[in-house]
């Protein structure tokens, strides 16, 4: 019984404690004072489900070679040289300005990493780092090329630009790996990742769940919600105003006017069965007349058995205040009239003798 308890004590603190430090928006949505602002890939009231269809955006890179028109100084080519880390950032800063002008929508630059410095002018191996939309890599190379090669310097302030030497710049894209784009997607969480899979809607790549009915093996959950969980794609049921859904597929509905009606019959039928009841146990308590009749005969009878057990003024003293039979002292009964045998027919009569006068003041 104490550990039942107990469980029961610590499953309702743990809830409470839960529901109290669990935010309202799930899955780094916010809430700004009337609902969740979900994340992209999110939605629902507490940003609870998951798309079933996302468009994966990832990290890209671009190996690009790029010739600057200035004299090379031996001291760049020691990565420790105050020349060195002038040039880098000086590059970066003067590049990061430049990519910044790739024509799709902004946001795409994340950073540039240099690989290598040349002789020859000054040859500068650099990496691009993309954020993008995975579909739209091999448009993104073609808009970085054509900005590199349309540009002679970075700026018009001389001290800072870097100017180009023209028909020397190499792009080199690295490209994504169809397979593993939703591995690599920012935009799934990485313990749902391996649920969804990259398939090619209307010229677009997505990563679908088996939720999206793009999916190679479509989960149908009839009138749920499908998303995706740590478990896999999980159907969670509706409520419908006439129904409830349940079953792992949402597929059995459950009429609320049924269940209504249902309830209703049962609390009747107990309430029924509850009036039974009292009214049994009131009969029980306070014996019908025939039977108190025979049960003071008896008792009258037993008090002059056990006439030694108490004292004759306990006799009128207990009343019938408590006693269930009305002890009237000058009760004579008329033992011819009183159906004798009755008394071994009927047990209840033992019950109510506990209420006999002489036992209770003795
Ligand atoms: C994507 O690139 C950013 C920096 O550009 C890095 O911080 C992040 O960890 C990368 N994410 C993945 C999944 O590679
Ligand atoms: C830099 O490029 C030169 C010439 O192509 C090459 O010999 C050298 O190994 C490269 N260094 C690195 C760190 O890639
Ligand atoms: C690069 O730009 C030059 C003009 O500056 C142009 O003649 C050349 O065709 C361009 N190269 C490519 C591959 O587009
Ligand atoms: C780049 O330089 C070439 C000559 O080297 C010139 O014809 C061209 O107009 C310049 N382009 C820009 C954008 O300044
Ligand atoms: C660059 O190459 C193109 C041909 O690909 C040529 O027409 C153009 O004159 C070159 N530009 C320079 C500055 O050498
Ligand atoms: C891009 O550059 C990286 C780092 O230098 C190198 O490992 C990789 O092989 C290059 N990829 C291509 C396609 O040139
Ligand atoms: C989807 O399109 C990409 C390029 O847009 C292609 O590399 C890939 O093979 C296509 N996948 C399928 C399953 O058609």
Redesign the pocket.
């Given at each position: 019984m104490g550990i039942l308890r107990r469980s029961i004590v610590l499953i309702l603190t743990s809830l409470l404690v839960i529901g109290a430090v669990t935010p309202h928006c799930q899955n780094g949505g916010h809430h700004d004072g009337n609902k969740c602002i979900c994340g992209t890939s999110f939605y629902g009231t507490r940003c609870e489900f998951i798309l079933s269809e996302i468009r994966p955006v990832v990290?890209a890179t671009v190996n690009v070679t790029v010739t600057v028109v200035e004299t090379f100084k031996d001291e760049l080519r020691d990565p420790n040289s105050k020349e060195y880390t002038d040039f880098v950032i000086r590059f970066n800063q003067q590049m990061a300005r430049l990519y910044s002008e790739i024509p799709h929508y902004k946001g795409i630059f994340?950073?540039v990493e240099i690989i290598n410095i040349t002789e020859g002018s000054i040859i500068v191996e650099h990496i691009l780092?993309l954020?993008i939309y995975a579909d739209e890599y091999d448009e993104i190379v073609d808009e970085v090329f054509t900005l590199l090669n349309h540009t002679n310097c970075t700026s018009d302030t001389k001290t800072e630009r870097l100017c180009f030497k023209a028909n020397t710049t190499k792009v080199q894209p690295v490209p994504l790996d169809f397979k593993e784009i939703c591995l690599?997607s920012?935009d799934i969480p990485k313990d749902i990742q391996e649920y969804y899979s990259p398939v090619n809607v209307s010229g677009k790549t997505m990563c679908v769940s088996r939720c999206s009915v793009n999916s190679e093996d479509p989960i149908n959950c009839n009138k749920g919600q499908c998303s995706v969980t740590r478990q896999g794609p999980n159907c969670y049921c509706e409520t419908s105003p006439d129904y409830w859904y349940s079953g792992d597929r949402c597929q059995t509905a459950i009429s609320k006017p049924g269940v209504y009606a249902g309830v209703s019959v049962g609390l009747f039928v107990l309430l029924v069965i509850i009036i039974a009841l009292a009214v049994f146990l009131y009969r029980r308590r306070r014996p019908s007349n025939k039977e108190r009749l025979i049960d003071e005969n008896r008792w009258y009878e037993e008090g002059w058995e056990e006439e030694n057990r108490g004292p004759a003024a306990s006799f009128s003293n207990s009343s019938a205040s408590d006693s269930a039979v009305p002890v009237n002292s000058i009760f004579l009964p008329d033992l011819e009239k009183v159906n004798t045998s009755m008394k071994v027919t009927v047990p209840r009569a033992n019950v109510v003798l506990s209420g006999n006068p002489y036992e209770r003041t003795t």
């Open positions: 990290n994340r950073g780092l954020k690599k920012l």
